[in-house]
């Protein structure tokens, strides 16, 4: 049992689970066998292809569209212009109980004279203004309520001499963490925030939006006034040229900390550990949830931050040759293939069912399933496959770090509750 202990170790990609189960059979056996790191070494290199030959499995079989799964993810905000269909004039907020949509945001109207104005909440509405709304293309549908769509899309109309829409980049420190809603343009400043642009993401510009470094926000308004609204949020774009380094390394300094902590559990003599890799992850999501609101700076350009994945992904990579290569041949040989066997089993078998179960039957989208499954396995060298898939969207990576964490806990703990329940 200790050495299948090791081989599922190899077979979910684990390396704290393997220190985990060598500890754990030390204390109770008083031994470490040596087919415990052997299982775990034979198992590793084929749990990856196995976990890329689940993936591709499902995708054959479910008969998956790449593009149209893709399309299905893109939740982005959508604009449109109405000529409204009512008889009398009416008020914002009436204007919003009509279609029955809280998440959408009127940016500016157009009266019968051709006149543009922006929209506050002492704005009226009358019968045939041509209103632009900005909402999430699931609200489509519903804002038709209002009147016939006259225009569709953001670009390919400006009809104003004097309204203008630009893009202004979020650079001073002093707006990171803020709420939307802190600076009041609107009113302030009589301009209208539409949407945000973060990281090739758009959002729609809600009050309590929270800002980070490197947004870059749409502004409608006035040519005056949308450079004083530039000014506020800083718009230099040579300071995000700057790399911020402190927080990148004061989060490893506390993952390789936490990761090393010891901790109990109830009923075993034995106490287990995140690891280095659990530890990090886990700082590294409470810092990006939390870092903005303590005016932590956690902007990186898309190039740094994809440097850091592939030198990561590629040092890790080769720790793992390193050490597997020693004895590995020799140990097939003499019978180890079965243990090869066994772990791409463990590997394939829950993937593939769990795969089918979500892509099928509970629908989730199969980018979703992908980083679900890699996640649930901790094999962080297959998120190269994953984005492999899509250019466009980092659905995969997202749900990888969410399932990580917990799944972590569960795999250190397996293999360790293996060794006490089977070889005490």
Same mark, same amino acid.
């Given at each position: 049992?200790?050495?299948?202990?090791?081989?599922?170790s190899?077979?979910v990609?684990?390396?704290?689970?393997?220190?985990a189960?060598?500890?754990?059979?030390?204390?109770?056996?008083?031994?470490?066998?040596?087919?415990?790191?052997?299982?775990y070494?034979?198992?590793?290199?084929?749990s990856?292809v196995?976990?890329?030959?689940?993936?591709?499995?499902?995708?054959?079989?479910?008969?998956?569209?790449?593009?149209?799964?893709?399309?299905?993810?893109?939740?982005?905000?959508?604009?449109?212009?109405?000529?409204?269909?009512?008889?009398?004039?009416?008020?914002?907020?009436?204007l919003?109980?009509?279609? @029955?949509?809280?998440?959408?945001?009127?940016?500016r109207?157009?009266?019968?004279?051709?006149?543009?104005?922006?929209?506050?909440s002492?704005?009226?509405?009358?019968?045939?203004?041509?209103?632009?709304?900005v909402?999430? @293309?699931?609200?489509?549908?519903?804002?038709?309520?209002?009147?016939?769509?006259t225009?569709?899309?953001?670009?390919?109309?400006?009809r104003?001499?004097?309204?203008?829409?630009?893009?202004?980049?979020?650079?001073?420190?002093?707006?990171?963490?803020?709420r939307?809603?802190?600076?009041?343009?609107?009113?302030?400043h009589?301009?209208?925030?539409?949407?945000?642009?973060?990281?090739?993401?758009?959002?729609l510009?809600?009050?309590?939006?929270?800002?980070?470094?490197?947004?870059?926000i749409?502004?409608?308004?006035?040519?005056?006034?949308?450079?004083h609204?530039?000014?506020?949020f800083?718009?230099?774009? @040579?300071?995000?040229?700057?790399?911020?380094?402190?927080?990148?390394?004061?989060?490893?300094?506390?993952?390789?900390?936490?990761?090393?902590?010891?901790?109990a559990?109830?009923?075993?003599?034995?106490?287990?550990?995140?690891?280095?890799?659990? #530890?990090?992850?886990?700082?590294?999501?409470?810092?990006?949830?939390?870092?903005?609101?303590?005016?932590?700076v $956690?902007?990186?350009?898309?190039?740094?931050?994809?440097?850091?994945?592939?030198?990561?992904?590629t040092?890790?990579?080769?720790?793992?040759?390193?050490?597997?290569?020693?004895?590995?041949?020799?140990?097939?040989?003499? #019978?180890?293939?079965?243990?090869?066997?066994?772990?791409?089993?463990?590997?394939?078998?829950?993937?593939?069912?769990?795969?089918?179960?979500?892509?099928k039957?509970?629908?989730?989208?199969?980018?979703?399933?992908?980083?679900?499954?890699?996640?649930?396995m901790?094999?962080?060298?297959?998120?190269?496959?994953?984005?492999?898939l899509?250019?466009?969207?980092?659905q995969?990576?997202?749900?990888?770090?969410?399932?990580?964490?917990l $799944?972590?806990?569960?795999r250190?703990?397996a293999?360790q509750?293996?060794?006490?329940?089977?070889?005490s």
């Amino acid at each position: 049992m200790s050495t299948m202990a090791g081989i599922m170790s190899g077979a979910v990609m684990n390396t704290p689970s393997l220190g985990a189960v060598q500890q754990t059979a030390s204390d109770l056996l008083g031994v470490v066998s040596p087919d415990i790191a052997m299982g775990y070494a034979l198992a590793y290199p084929l749990s990856i292809v196995g976990l890329i030959l689940s993936f591709e499995l499902i995708r054959f079989c479910c008969r998956v569209n790449l593009r149209r799964e893709e399309e299905k993810l893109r939740e982005e905000p959508i604009c449109v212009d109405i000529r409204l269909d009512i008889a009398n004039a009416i008020t914002l907020k009436e204007l919003y109980e009509r279609c @029955k949509v809280n998440n959408m945001l009127v940016s500016r109207v157009t009266r019968e004279d051709g006149r543009d104005e922006l929209v506050d909440s002492a704005t009226m509405f009358y019968p045939h203004d041509i209103v632009r709304i900005v909402s999430d @293309k699931r609200h489509e549908k519903d804002l038709q309520v209002l009147g016939a769509v006259t225009h569709y899309g953001f670009r390919g109309r400006e009809r104003s001499n004097h309204l203008i829409s630009r893009r202004v980049v979020v650079t001073r420190k002093e707006c990171n963490g803020k709420r939307l809603s802190t600076f009041d343009v609107r009113h302030r400043h009589h301009a209208t925030i539409t949407r945000i642009n973060r990281a090739g993401v758009e959002l729609l510009a809600t009050p309590d939006f929270v800002l980070q470094l490197g947004d870059r926000i749409m502004v409608v308004g006035d040519r005056d006034d949308v450079r004083h609204v530039a000014d506020i949020f800083g718009n230099e774009l @040579k300071r995000l040229d700057l790399p911020n380094l402190m927080p990148i390394f004061f989060g490893i300094f506390l993952g390789v900390l936490l990761g090393s902590l010891p901790i109990a559990i109830p009923g075993m003599n034995q106490s287990f550990k995140l690891g280095l890799a659990g #530890g990090s992850l886990i700082v590294a999501l409470l810092i990006g949830r939390f870092g903005p609101y303590y005016n932590m700076v $956690t902007f990186a350009t898309t190039s740094a931050n994809m440097m850091l994945r592939q030198v990561g992904l590629t040092l890790f990579l080769a720790a793992v040759g390193l050490s597997v290569g020693d004895g590995f041949v020799r140990t097939i040989m003499d #019978g180890g293939y079965m243990w090869v066997v066994y772990g791409v089993m463990i590997t394939m078998i829950p993937l593939v069912t769990v795969g089918f179960i979500a892509y099928k039957g509970m629908k989730i989208n199969f980018f979703k399933v992908v980083g679900l499954l890699i996640g649930a396995m901790t094999g962080a060298p297959a998120l190269g496959y994953a984005e492999s898939l899509s250019s466009h969207n980092d659905q995969a990576s997202v749900i990888y770090a969410t399932v990580y964490p917990l $799944t972590m806990f569960l795999r250190v703990m397996a293999g360790q509750l293996l060794i006490v329940i089977f070889c005490s």
